[in-house]
């Protein structure tokens, strides 16, 4: 028996029930993942503006504390990214970029968990069902081709043909049943994930031209703030401490300028005498 008479053995033997089983275990399998991956997204949902409103709000104020207080009671991703450029903000800008681009990583990570399989399974699925659909017309055209049947009696091989080909149609179904769902669930989460990393994006850039933004005097009372716990208030933060501790070097100016003249006036007056 050659390799062509064993392979059409096996089919028949099987049929395309096992295909289907498998399908539905698949499908099973796949609503699912679907289930709680729609949970998943629905327990991180945060109202973006409204972090980034009060984010902005805390570091113009100068009150670090309460904007990692904030961030941290946030469920969303786009804030756990935020809480770890606050960690590293007293390393200066370049260190919470890093740190957040690492954090960002680390959450798409947790969004794209188990959506492998749901791309695998929309992909596949067809073929799957495809596969049962070909045993099927095996079968078929093995009934067709069985001459003793079709002499006992003249329904019964057309009555196998047509059953076969049925089963053959029903595996086809199944397929594209489990294959679209499947498809259609992965490129909504895959929406969602796009949606959620442009929104990360946005909100590190707020802290990101917030600490950039900062003089080196300022930025070293920040660092000094996160690295304590220490909230600062406005007029009597990091801030004002800042200024306060390093006066503007055009004050300084502005108070030399005096003496300077006085100096030239005596000068001037001695010059006169002498002549």
């Given amino acids: 028996m050659n390799i062509v008479a064993k392979s059409k053995a096996v089919m028949l033997a099987m049929g395309a ?13 796949s609503l699912a993942i679907i289930l ?7 327990s991180i ?6 972090l980034a409103r009060e984010l902005a709000r805390s570091l113009r104020k100068g009150d670090y504390e309460e904007a990692k207080k904030r961030m941290e009671a946030s469920p969303s991703a786009e804030a756990a990214v935020v809480v770890a450029g606050l960690v590293e903000s007293d390393r200066g800008a370049e260190a919470a970029e890093e740190a957040m681009a690492g954090a960002t990583a680390l959450q798409r990570m947790k969004l794209e968990r188990r959506l492998a399989y749901l791309g695998t399974l929309g992909n596949n699925a067809p073929f799957i069902g495809l596969f049962g659909t070909v045993i099927g017309i095996i079968q078929a ?12 009696t003249g329904s019964a091989a ?26 259609a669930a992965y490129n909504f989460f895959q929406r969602m994930i796009k949606s959620t990393v442009t929104n990360t994006d946005a909100l ?19 660092a000094s703030a996160v690295k ?20 503007p070097k055009t004050k300084a100016k502005s108070e030399e300028e005096p003496a300077e003249k006085a100096e030239k006036k005596k000068s001037d007056a001695h010059d006169e005498e002498e002549g």
Avoid: W
Avoid at 17 to 29: E, G, H, Q, T
Avoid at 141 to 152: I, P
């Fill in 17 to 29: 029930s096992p295909v289907m089983y498998l399908m539905i275990a698949l499908s099973i399998l």
């Fill in 36 to 42: 709680e991956r729609a949970y998943f997204f629905y």
């Fill in 45 to 50: 949902r945060d109202d973006l503006e409204v």
């Fill in 141 to 152: 055209f093995e009934h067709l081709g069985d001459k003793s049947a079709a002499a006992a």
């Fill in 158 to 183: 057309p009555a196998a043909v047509m059953s076969s080909i049925a089963e053959a149609l029903v595996a086809t179904a199944i397929g594209l049943a489990v294959a679209i769902p499947a498809v």
């Fill in 204 to 222: 590190t850039r707020v802290l990101l031209a917030h600490l950039k933004g900062l003089g080196e005097d300022e930025a070293l009372a920040v």
């Fill in 228 to 247: 304590h716990g220490r909230a600062s208030t406005p007029g009597h933060g990091a801030h004002s401490e800042a200024r306060k501790s390093n006066p």
